[in-house]
Protein backbone atom coordinates (compact mmCIF):
# COMPACT_ATOMS: atom_id res chain seq x y z
CA UNK A 1 0.00 0.00 0.00
CA UNK A 2 2.81 2.50 0.80
CA UNK A 3 4.63 1.98 -2.55
CA UNK A 4 1.34 2.57 -4.23
CA UNK A 5 1.71 6.25 -2.34
CA UNK A 6 5.40 6.41 -2.73
CA UNK A 7 7.05 4.84 -5.75
CA UNK A 8 10.34 5.27 -3.46
CA UNK A 9 9.46 3.95 -0.41
CA UNK A 10 10.85 0.11 -0.02
CA UNK A 11 10.17 -2.63 2.14
CA UNK A 12 12.18 -5.73 2.91
CA UNK A 13 12.58 -7.82 5.68
CA UNK A 14 15.06 -10.51 7.72
CA UNK A 15 13.58 -13.76 8.14
CA UNK A 16 16.76 -14.77 10.88
CA UNK A 17 17.31 -18.49 11.59
CA UNK A 18 18.55 -19.50 15.36
CA UNK A 19 21.61 -17.14 15.79
CA UNK A 20 24.23 -18.70 18.19
CA UNK A 21 24.62 -16.61 21.00
CA UNK A 22 27.92 -17.41 23.59
CA UNK A 23 25.61 -18.54 26.65
CA UNK A 24 23.17 -21.19 24.63
CA UNK A 25 23.74 -24.70 25.96
CA UNK A 26 25.75 -27.32 24.04
CA UNK A 27 23.25 -28.78 23.65
CA UNK A 28 20.63 -26.68 22.20
CA UNK A 29 23.44 -25.40 20.03
CA UNK A 30 24.34 -28.90 18.27
CA UNK A 31 20.65 -29.46 17.63
CA UNK A 32 19.92 -25.65 15.77
CA UNK A 33 23.11 -26.78 13.78
CA UNK A 34 22.03 -30.08 12.68
CA UNK A 35 18.59 -27.88 11.15
CA UNK A 36 20.49 -26.23 9.08
CA UNK A 37 21.51 -26.96 5.25
CA UNK A 38 25.00 -25.99 6.24
CA UNK A 39 25.20 -27.72 9.16
CA UNK A 40 27.38 -24.82 10.64
CA UNK A 41 26.03 -21.89 13.53
CA UNK A 42 24.77 -18.29 12.21
CA UNK A 43 25.57 -15.17 13.98
CA UNK A 44 24.28 -11.71 14.41
CA UNK A 45 26.93 -10.79 11.95
CA UNK A 46 25.02 -12.96 9.27
CA UNK A 47 22.04 -11.35 10.20
CA UNK A 48 23.49 -8.07 9.64
CA UNK A 49 25.20 -8.54 6.77
CA UNK A 50 21.86 -8.96 4.87
CA UNK A 51 20.44 -6.12 6.52
CA UNK A 52 22.96 -4.03 5.04
CA UNK A 53 23.00 -5.92 1.75
CA UNK A 54 19.37 -4.94 1.53
CA UNK A 55 19.49 -1.57 2.37
CA UNK A 56 22.61 -0.71 -0.26
CA UNK A 57 20.35 -2.39 -2.68
CA UNK A 58 18.08 0.05 -4.15
CA UNK A 59 16.51 -2.07 -6.87
CA UNK A 60 15.51 -4.49 -4.06
CA UNK A 61 11.60 -4.34 -2.70
CA UNK A 62 8.85 -6.42 -1.50
CA UNK A 63 11.78 -9.27 -0.26
CA UNK A 64 11.38 -11.47 2.60
CA UNK A 65 15.03 -12.75 2.62
CA UNK A 66 15.49 -15.92 4.87
CA UNK A 67 19.19 -15.92 6.62
CA UNK A 68 18.86 -19.61 8.62
CA UNK A 69 21.67 -21.58 6.97
CA UNK A 70 19.41 -23.24 4.71
CA UNK A 71 16.67 -23.83 7.88
CA UNK A 72 13.68 -23.10 6.10
CA UNK A 73 14.31 -25.64 3.06
CA UNK A 74 15.92 -28.31 4.51
CA UNK A 75 13.86 -31.37 5.65
CA UNK A 76 13.08 -31.77 9.25
Known amino acids: ELASRNPRVRVNCILPGPVMLPDLPAAERQQAIAGTLVQREGSPDHVAQAVVHLVENDFITGVCL ?11
Do not use: L, T
Not at 66 to 72: A, F, L, N, Q, T
Open 66 to 76: PVDGGRSIFPS
